[in-house]
């Protein structure tokens, strides 16, 4: 749910770059790459148009996007090797260049899971094995921590609109721009021991029932509930402290939100990073102390 830029490589480009790459003995490949070129590509515009409309799931596996024809076993095979053997090796270093820097442009921050993770690899938004004319698609490629490897993810090729995974490169600005994870701070007493966490889904009240349905499914595929409870205990104590201490001092708590918590949501790196749920959780448990003390 971090927003990535479209990588800047022309897909034409990028399948010319691997089929110059292919030892003699191939030709086999060489001849199905260079001849499906054309096909592909017209696939890979129907994908980019698709993808803004968030409508790749209409799109069925081993069939063309523009045409609707079918993809043979050979081609797909021949795919397959393409992006192992002739994108992916650092003895290729033409291609395997454009792979690092697309890996490179999430600056070591998981797209998924919003910097939980840091990328690894490179996986396929439409998994390769089911769409094989999108192996070394550039837009298809998306830098991945291990935790949130697409291939274990079933969302990651989906059959209704509910189930598609959001997509770093092309998805609804909405996902990105406005605030759809929130949590609560249960505290078991006060503040001199750390609570827990609960992290849940809130949607804006004028999103459609499919974009809600979307972000309940991604934020529990990804496992994002109990990974942002994980990452925000394992903060909690240092702030804890200060709260504590600006208590101690007869500071009010709308001072110490001010002061000491807000500044953490207004220096976030995107709206629904897991700091921003802490701290609105934070939030919530000392409006409530003070509502406490008033009664």
């Avoid at 890996?103 to 690894?120: H, R, V």
């Avoid at 490897?149 to 079933?154: E, F, Q, V, Y």
């Avoid at 990452?231 to 200060?242: E, I, M, V, W, Y």
């Amino acid at each position: 749910m971090k927003r990535l830029a479209k990588p800047a490589y022309d897909f034409g480009d990028v399948l010319d770059k691997c089929v110059s790459g292919i030892l003699r003995g191939n030709e086999d490949l060489k001849t199905t790459i260079q001849t499906d070129r054309g096909e592909a590509l017209l696939d890979g515009v129907c994908y980019e148009n698709e993808a803004q409309q968030c409508n790749l799931y209409t799109f069925q596996e081993m069939k063309r996007f523009h045409n609707l024809s079918d993809i043979s076993t050979q081609t797909k095979n021949h795919y397959m090797h393409l992006y192992e053997t002739y994108f992916v090796p650092e003895t290729k270093p033409q291609t395997r260049a454009i792979y690092d820097a697309i890996l490179n442009a999430a600056k070591e921050d998981c797209p998924f899971c919003g910097g939980l993770g840091t990328p690894k690899n490179l996986d396929h938004f439409l998994p390769k094995a089911k769409f094989p004319q999108f192996s070394v698609f550039p837009s298809n490629l998306v830098p991945v921590c291990l935790d949130c490897n697409l291939d274990s993810k079933k969302t990651s090729y989906a059959s209704t609109a509910e189930e598609q995974t959001l997509h770093p490169y092309f998805d609804k600005p909405i996902f990105f721009q406005q605030q759809w994870i929130t949590a609560e701070y249960l505290a078991d007493s006060n503040l001199d021991e750390p609570g827990e966490f609960l992290y849940y889904v809130n949607t804006p009240s004028n999103w459609s029932d499919i974009d809600k349905a979307r972000v309940e499914n991604y934020f529990d595929d990804f496992g994002l509930a109990s990974r942002y409870a994980k990452q925000a205990t394992s903060s909690l104590k240092s702030k804890l402290r200060s709260i504590k201490r600006e208590l101690d001092r007869g500071i009010s708590i709308q001072e110490i939100i001010t002061d000491v918590i807000q500044p953490d949501i207004d220096d976030a790196p995107f709206v629904n990073y897991w700091e921003v749920g802490m701290s609105d959780g934070l939030i919530k448990y000392l409006n409530q102390q003070k509502i406490v003390e008033i009664i």
